[in-house]
Every structure is written in C-alpha cells, then in structure tokens.
C-alpha cells in the first residue's frame, strides 16, 4: 500500500507517522505501507523526512501522488482546493484523494469527481508543525468522512480502513450536516471565547480604573478563553468557509442568551433552577456520549 | 490572635489550615492563632477539627465568635445574611466580620455595620467540602475586599494583614464594581457554557439523527463547557444575586455577536481578521496581567 501525504505539518506528518510505526502487520497492523511526502516548504519536507514521517521526500505533488492508493492533502484551508485539483490531475483512477479540512461543504460543492473522499480528523489544532507531529495523534479520535453521491464506495471502504490504520474511528456524515455540527461544537466556542475576553477586558478597565488587568479570573474564565484569538490566518478562513451555519449557530446563541435574561429579569429562580439541571444533564450526556463507528 | 470560622467547608476549612499551618512565627508567620470554628453541620464540624482545620468546635456562632478578632463567614449565598447577623451579633466592638460570598453589593446593601468587610477569595468552587480543604488554597490568589465608607479603617487593616498571612493577595474594590467584574469573569462564562451544551445537544439530534451525540468535540468545547450545570443550588443564588450585572453583561455579549453575526454575512474577512487579532492581544493581556495588590 502506498500513502502520498501532501503538506506534512502536524496533521500530515502524523498521518506518516502512524502509517510508518503501524506498518508491518500485528493488531491493527498496516501491513508493508510506503509513505510518499511533499510540502512546498522543503525545511518541513525535509524534517518529515528526518522524523521518519515519510519514506520518501517527493518533488512535487505528482510524484508524490504517481502510484499511491490513498492521498492526503493536509494543506492549509486556504489552499486546499487547489491542492485537491493537483492531486486530483495527478492521481491514478484507483486512487482514493481525502482532506482534513475543518469545514467541508465549500469543498464536497467545487469537487465533483468520484476518487474524492473529504475528511475531518478530530485531533491536534493547538500546536502547529511537523515537529509536533506524532504516532498516537489519532488514537481514539473521530475521523468525519464525507462522502458524496458519486463517491466510489470501493474507495471509500479503503480511505476508512486506512483511517482505522492510523488508528482513528471513520464516521460518515453528509457534509453540510458535518459543518452545522462543527458551528456548535468547535467554531461557536472560538467565538464566545473572543467575546468573553473582549467584555473582559473592557470591563477590567472600566470597574478597576484600567490600573491593572483582571485577575481575578478563575479557572472557569481561564478555560474558557483558552482558545481566544487562536491563529487569525487558519481561524479566518475556517468562520467565512462555515459563515452560513456559524450565522445559524450563533442565531440560536442569541435566542438563548435572551432567554437567560428574561429569566433574570423575571427573579424567575424556578426557571433558572430547571435551566442550570438541564445543562447539567446535557454536559453529561455530551461526555458519556460517544459516536458510533460506520462499522 | 483569635480566629472564628463560621462555616467549615471547602473554603473555612482551608482558612483554619492556612491560618494554623502558618501560626508561631517564621516567615509570613502568623504569630500564634486560635482558631474557634461553628457549624450547623455537626459532622463537618467534627471533620474539620480532625483535619487540624480548627483547635476548637464551638457549639454555635456566638460560642465560636466570642473574644475573636476576626471572623470569617464562610456559609453558602443563600444562608448568608442571616449568618453575618447573627455573627455581628455575638462579636465584640473590635471584632470584624467578613464573609466569602461570590457577590458583594447585595450584602453590603443589607448591612449597616463598620465592623463589617464583605470578602470573596478567588480560589476553590471546583471541589465542596472540609475534605477538600488545602493550606495552601489561597496561596498567590486575588482576595477582594468590599469595605463601606462606613468600614472601620483599624480593622480593614487588620482582615488585610490576616488575608495575607492566609498566603492571598488583599484587593480593595467597591462592591458594585466586584460584581460587575465578577459578571464578566465568572458568571458569562458560566451562562455561555450552558448555552454550549444546549446547543450542541440540540444540534447533534438534529444533524446525527439522535443516534449518538457529539463527539467531535475536541479540546476547545470540553474546557469552554466544562462548568455547565455547576452546583445549581449555588449557582442560581449566584446569578439571581447579581442579576443586573450579569444582564447587562449578556446584552454586551449579545450585541458582540451580532457584530460577529454582521461580519461573516458581509464576509468581512479584513474585519474578521482585526476582531481576531484583537481577541488574541487581549488574551495575552489578560494572562499576563495580575492585579495590584493594595500595598
């Protein structure tokens, strides 16, 4: 089996490097798998290679991708049209083209072409490059595929045996459907977490005569903010490609926050009781939940 | 020096620890402290003296507050009134009195008294209970101090010198601005991960048909949901108590996500690119800054 890995950073570069550590058979082996990697950066194609995250440094995307049975475009949000339509030309019909975008109906809409297979890993994020790259990446994780109506289901029963491999969980979920969950559960807290530190800090400078910043902050307003103004070149990208669904999301925050302060408003405690049990009971239910594998 | 504690649970608990471990001297020493601690719960009380979080189990509040110097309340919201009352009470004219609640300005609203300083250490909530108490909870943590203009200045100085011999750092706000503060800083993020949940419960029914809930959720969800649902019994007095802070709060986040809301429907990326960007230079703000103390 041959595995092209285009733009080895962190999620790339594990991708090879749970390919290579699993190859060989054993449990959940891999079997013989050759990983052919390419990053128009050569300082990162060439760590890839030093960190043993490939076996092979290509020149280009072709070659890279000339004989592979799996390719991975792991490129930034903003080039990965582009890097798909290169794989794309230089892929053979057998071959199985995927992503890790983090939003996918932009892409599953501009590619028609059977050999593609979107894709979302649900891992890393908060650090970058291949030197952060590592083997157990995707232990356990949920891996979306997004399968079109014209995807080849011969393909994609090997894009998801090879995410099993990196030892990753594939669940198959309709693109749009992928990006509205995305809104709540990854996009939206981005969000509220600039917005927590913007009332913040307005605040701060207000109640304390902006002498000193807030302190004060508990755990609970460390936590949340922790993502707060995360990488403005991949963020950016990721809200404008999900704008729609994101709108929807935080529509729906709106309408609740408004809830919370008529209930404020109204002294309803009973109200507020039933609301905070609620949550808790969803919190927990969110934690104990997990999704069922395709299989 | 003698010290009452009303109220033996996580907080009081850690008080009585913090002020024995550091009595007899030596650096931060705080010379020799008796501690007298009450309450109602008898087997916390016992708990708390077996712990060495107190040298005595007073048999009721005026039985602990007689001869004290200081006196920390130290029971939940909703008991507190009636608790500082009943400590004024039964405390001599050169005893003061301060309390730990999460809200100031109802407190101080409700009473008239220069022995009395409201109080709130910015330390514990996760965990409840004597058996959770630590020495060292308050070590390095902001302790704000609400006192009146009618607080006695002599005995302002004296809860200042014995918060920090607790380990804290003594903060002087005025009450109404702690809780707006405290909106910002704890209670939103506690309403925006309740709104978290409910959202992305409602989403995964929706887009996963109900057949398992999210995942997906990486790291940035569970630490921005991890405080939904807190202690409701706690957490409704908290937000009630300080409701027209925390509505203002809301509709200041509201009106920033509908400026989020404007962007992305204009697909504003440069805009976009400047919110973030801020976000992050606010975050960095607020990590790196620490309050000055009052001295």
């Known amino acids: 089996m041959r ?3 285009l733009g080895v950073g962190l999620i790339g570069g594990s991708i090879g490097l749970a390919a290579r550590s699993r190859a060989g058979g054993g449990a959940g082996g891999g079997g013989d798998i050759h990983v052919a990697g390419y990053d128009p950066d050569e300082r990162a194609l060439r760590a890839a290679l030093e960190l043993g995250a490939i076996d092979e440094a290509a020149d280009g995307v072709a070659a890279a991708v000339t004989g592979a049975d799996v390719a991975f475009v792991a490129a930034p949000v903003g080039a990965l049209h582009d890097a798909v339509r290169e794989a794309l030309a230089a892929a053979g019909p ?3 083209v995927s992503d890790v975008g983090s939003t996918k109906r932009a892409l599953a809409d501009a590619i028609q072409d059977g050999r593609f297979i979107g894709g979302h890993p649900l891992a890393g994020a908060e650090t970058a490059g291949v030197e952060h790259a590592r083997a157990d990446l995707f232990e356990g994780a949920a891996w979306y595929l997004t399968p079109a109506a014209s995807s080849s289901a ?6 998801r045996r090879t995410i099993a491999v990196l030892g990753a969980r ?5 693109a749009a459907a992928h990006d509205r969950l995305m809104a709540h559960l990854s996009h939206l807290p981005h969000v509220l977490a600039n917005v927590l530190v913007s009332g913040a800090v307005r605040a701060s400078e207000r109640e304390q005569h902006g002498s000193w910043g807030p302190v004060g902050a508990g755990p609970s307003f460390r936590d949340a903010t922790r993502v707060a103004g995360a990488n403005t070149r991949v963020w950016v990208d990721i809200y404008l490609s999900n704008r729609e669904a994101l709108i929807e999301a935080l529509d729906d925050a709106i309408d609740r926050l408004e809830g919370v302060c ?21 919190r927990e239910q969110l934690a104990g939940a997990a999704p069922a594998p395709d299989s």
Chains 1, 2 share one sequence.
């Open 3 to 5: 595995l092209a890995v």
């Open 94 to 96: 057998e071959c199985v």
């Open 154 to 159: 011969v393909l994609l029963e090997r894009l």
């Open 170 to 174: 594939p669940v198959t979920i309709e």
């Open 262 to 282: 008529a209930m404020l408003a109204g002294e309803d405690a009973g109200a507020l009781y039933a609301w905070n049990e609620r949550a808790r009971a969803e």
